[in-house]
């Protein structure tokens, strides 16, 4: 049997608005057809076939006979028709439409006569007089509503050997099973997976329009009519027939109400026209045909698929509904399921499921049974994918189990309202690591909250195991998603406690990582150890790999919390291996992110960067958005440190994008805020001023206390540079205040360099020498090369102002030391370093400043030409006052000694002749006052204006004298 079948179209096939009632494309046949056709002629314009019918064209030049399948209601006659018109000219013995609804297997000879206008002539064999008949012919028969005559269908076959020039287009819910027959499947017209303008694009769509266009609604369509529509278009799976039924009540009920009632009810779905043919009145009386042609035990097994949610594989058709293979064809040629070859898989039409639903439901005692054992399948098929869910096989059980999400979520569903602890339990792991790896927050927090409500949880009332372990996963969702902070604490304290008089080792190791993970967000670093200590020594004892390997992972963490970033990669490089020996890829993409961060602050740039790239490969693969979010910051991070501004804003903006849309507030913060330090770099500090804003808010409602004390630095450091001093002052006390409360010295680090160089700006500057070493006192790591060196430059400047010409001198010294080996990396402006080192040496007559200055100023033009917005490029060089400052300098220090080099450049004659052109003197004059010949004369002129870089007397007379030459 040859499968011929083919993609749905995406626009009609014409545009209702192109065609008046003069010139219809139906008319234009009828103008050039042959008159012996018998085709009725079409009431409306085909909407959304295209596809179908060029392909079913192209197949009519080499098949005979072409079987559209399809159920009910789905379009198959008005495609058969327009194929039919189309393809009339090609028969010069006409086109005949058949219509075989009353036709019995014994009448079905006598209807075809009738239909292509044959009488039969004798008492000869009535099916021989007509195959005599049809032999010299050249015709098209369009069989209509073949499926209650199958077995007549060999009159098809006799015909298409007896008559050679004959061709059958053949409309049915079920194929014929003849051995000539091309089967060419009709769905339904293609629905939009979303809402909005585009939307019109759609065939589904455009039939509901097409139906309402004289209606008082088509005149007036707002955005949420749109909205509606697209709804009842996806209730119904695209069905023209149903589309039809629904558009009627446009002139009775709003949108909203006639989406209710196709919810609630299939009879609403009745047509109020007496011209509409009996078998498509209502869609209740379309599937009642298809219902009695099936034999029992096919009944009992469509109602029994209706319990599915979307697709149905095999497997599950036979366990669940007991469905044989023999059944499952029979389904499928009746047009009552569609079997997808592709992927592998059945599926039941939208409105078709709610039919057999209400069939399964008359018997309370079947539906129930098949429910539980539609549970009991989809738990089973949970626990087997747990162990691949963190190991081998991981994405393999991702894609299963996102295939199969919506029956999950069903079956999850009846294990609640049933209270069936055990099978909940057994599917928890599942569901929950789908939802994490999946950066799936939201959903799975949605999910785990109705089934603790659903089972009267609150604060684990229940006591039982199932119940904390409900409460502590949904905790650790709350954590993930970077909000609530409080929440997860308080649902993970109250589990920890409860697993530990449970004595339940596995799910005390759980609670342990993830109230550790939230107190170190929280700013609680010594409880965070002391619970990620206990989770490895108990890991450990149970030999537990996978929760070891989550132990050394959150460790690492804690280390980078802690700036100890040796140790950090220590543990890192642990959970790593075991990751690796495990086949976790989630777990190893989340490493290697954090080992990137750990080598970027120790400047191992190429390293960091290496890391990023292998974690955010493996973190695609996996689709795990919220770790590709963190990824691409960091890359971003990684550009701003090496000063290629275009492309760090094209990776905060793209984490920007995912993170908002994931609902992670903590990391669309700190995302804001590299965006804000960003703007700051580019100078445009306005900019930078709102992201910084947005983020302090985002961070003050989840209770994110690290990220405020960053933004709040962060903001201080906008205000001072956009002149704001006294502001930035004030905001830097109050940042410095919370550091020191949280016991934070990476933000109390950071805030005292940026206050000291707050007072500097504001001329306090014995205080500013004080905070500036306060906070140098602090970095007890030399990795934090930058950080030092940013501070030691605010010091030289501070000691130039106090006239303490040895200290001013011993930082600026160690300054420009630091600076020939590396130039610092980081968030902070380092033009500033350069510009207060070279200030320094300048006043006090050292050589090195030049060599400074000139090194800054090849660096700031280095950077300037990477920016390719002239805009930018301008705010970049202009706003920042250390450019602007280095800039001037440099041009300052050209024009001092620009004099004396082209002074040097010119011979002694050469400068002769200069002065006694500037006095007026021709050529002729100068030659007889210098005793020189007047070509020697025309020399020295050329060799002066080359030098000078003028073309003539009067420019070079000009220069000179700007030069201080004359």
């Not at 402006?829 to 050589?847: K, P, T, W």
Request: negative net charge; contains cysteine.
């Amino acid at each position: 049997m040859k499968d011929a079948q083919k993609q749905k179209n995406t626009e009609p096939e014409h545009s209702l608005t192109k065609h008046s009632s003069h010139s219809t494309p139906t008319l234009q046949w009828l103008e050039t057809s042959n008159k012996d056709h018998r085709l009725p002629l079409p009431t409306t314009v085909i909407v959304g076939r295209r596809e179908e019918l060029c392909a079913l064209k192209k197949m009519m030049r080499s098949q005979r006979m072409i079987t559209l399948v399809g159920p009910g209601g789905v379009g198959k006659s008005r495609l058969a028709l327009q194929v039919a018109w189309e393809q009339a000219a090609h028969f010069p013995h006409g086109a005949y439409f058949v219509q075989l609804t009353a036709s019995t297997p014994e009448s079905i000879i006598s209807t075809l006569a009738d239909a292509i206008g044959f009488s039969f002539y004798s008492k000869q064999n009535p099916k021989l007089q007509l195959l005599d008949y049809l032999r010299a012919k050249k015709l098209l028969l369009v069989l209509d509503n073949f499926e209650h005559l199958l077995s007549a269908a060999g009159i098809c076959a006799e015909i298409l050997e007896h008559v050679p020039e004959v061709r059958l287009l053949i409309t049915s819910r079920e194929c014929l099973h003849l051995l000539e027959e091309c089967i060419f499947e009709i769905h339904g017209l293609d629905v939009p997976e979303q809402t909005g303008e585009q939307a019109r694009e759609y065939g589904a769509v455009q039939l509901f329009l097409q139906r309402i266009q004289h209606s008082q609604l088509a005149d007036g369509l707002r955005d949420d009519d749109l909205d509606h529509i697209v709804r009842i278009c996806r209730l119904l799976g695209g069905l023209p027939l149903a589309i039809e039924l629904a558009a009627v009540w446009v002139r009775a009920l709003s949108l909203k109400d006639i989406t209710r009632e196709i919810e609630r009810d299939l009879d609403f779905l009745v047509s109020p026209y007496d011209d509409q043919p009996p078998r498509h009145r209502g869609l209740r009386t379309v599937f009642e045909h298809s219902w009695n042609l099936l034999a029992e035990a096919e009944r009992q097994v469509l109602a029994r698929l209706s319990i599915f949610q979307g697709r149905i594989s095999r497997s599950a058709a036979e366990q669940v509904a007991g469905a044989s293979p023999q059944t499952l064809l029979s389904l499928v040629d009746g047009s009552l399921l569609r079997w997808n070859a592709a992927e592998e898989y059945y599926e039941l039409h939208p409105v078709l499921r709610q039919y057999s639903a209400e069939k399964l439901a008359i018997n309370a005692e079947e539906a129930n049974r098949v429910q539980a054992q539609h549970c009991a399948y989809f738990t089973d098929l949970l626990t087997r994918y747990h162990p691949q869910l963190r190991g081998h096989g991981q994405l393999k059980a991702l894609n299963a189990i996102k295939t199969e999400i919506d029956n999950i979520h069903q079956a999850w569903q009846w294990a609640i309202e049933h209270e069936h602890e055990d099978l909940i339990e057994r599917s928890l792991e599942s569901i929950f690591w789908f939802y994490i790896i999946g950066s799936r927050y939201q959903e799975g927090l949605a999910e785990l909250t109705n089934a603790s409500e659903q089972l009267g949880i609150k604060n684990g009332a229940s006591g039982s195991v199932v119940t904390w372990k409900l409460l502590a996963r949904q905790g650790v969702l709350y954590q993930s998603l970077g909000r609530e902070y409080q929440t997860a604490e308080q649902l993970l304290q109250g589990s920890l406690q409860a697993v530990r008089d449970l004595r339940t080792e596995s799910e005390i190791i759980f609670c342990l990582i993830g109230l550790g993970k939230t107190k170190l967000f929280l700013g609680d670093d010594s409880t965070a150890q002391d619970l990620f200590q206990e989770a490895l020594a108990l890991t450990q004892n149970c030999q537990s790999i996978e929760q070891e390997a989550d132990t050394l992972s959150a460790l690492g963490l804690l280390c980078q919390h802690q700036e100890d970033y040796s140790m950090a990669k220590v543990y890192h490089e642990q959970a790593l291996s075991l990751y690796r020996k495990m086949g976790d890829r989630w777990g190893e993409g989340q490493v290697l992110n954090r080992m990137g961060i750990a080598f970027m602050e120790e400047q191992d740039i190429v390293e960091a960067h290496s890391c990023y790239e292998q974690a955010l490969q493996i973190i695609r693969e996996l689709g795990s958005r919220n770790a590709e979010s963190h990824i691409l910051n960091n890359l971003g991070l990684i550009c701003l440190r090496m000063h290629n501004y275009e492309q760090a804003q094209e990776y905060f903006l793209e984490s920007r994008h995912i993170s908002h849309n994931l609902g992670d507030w903590q990391t669309l913060g700190i995302t804001l805020v590299n965006l804000g330090i960003l703007s700051l770099q580019l100078g445009i500090y306005s900019l930078a001023h709102d992201q910084i804003a947005k983020a302090q808010h985002l961070f003050a409602d989840v209770g994110y206390q690290r990220g405020l004390n960053i933004a709040g630095g962060a903001l201080g450091t906008i205000c001072r540079e956009a002149g704001d001093v006294k502001r930035a002052i004030d905001l830097d006390r109050q940042c410095l205040a919370q550091a020191r409360k949280d016991g934070n010295r990476v933000s109390e680090r950071y805030i005292l360099i940026q206050l000291g160089h707050a007072l500097a700006a504001a001329g306090k500057l014995a205080e500013s020498a004080e905070v500036f070493h306060e906070g140098l006192s602090l970095y007890d790591d030399l990795n934090q090369q930058s950080e030092i060196v940013e501070a030691m430059a605010g010091l030289a400047n501070v000691y130039l102002g106090l006239g303490d010409r040895a200290q001013a001198m011993h930082y600026a010294e160690s300054v420009w030391a630091c600076l020939e080996k590396q130039v610092p990396t980081g968030d902070m402006d380092v033009f500033s370093i350069y510009l207060n080192c070279y200030r320094v040496l300048e006043a006090y007559g050292d050589a090195r400043s030049v060599r400074v200055l000139n090194t800054a100023q090849t660096l700031l033009e280095e950077q300037a030409e990477k920016l390719h917005d002239d805009t930018v490029r301008h705010s970049f060089l202009e706003n920042v006052a250390s450019r602007k400052a280095i800039t001037q300098a440099s041009q300052q220090k050209t024009q001092l000694t620009l004099p004396t080099v082209l002074a040097d450049s010119l011979t002694r004659q050469e400068r002769e002749v200069l002065s006694l052109m500037a006095e007026g003197l021709t050529n002729r004059d100068i030659a007889e006052h210098l005793v020189i010949t007047i070509g020697t004369v025309k020399i020295h002129t050329h060799n002066i204006y080359g030098k000078l870089e003028v073309k003539n007397r009067t420019q070079a007379v000009c220069r000179a004298r700007d030069l201080g030459l004359l």
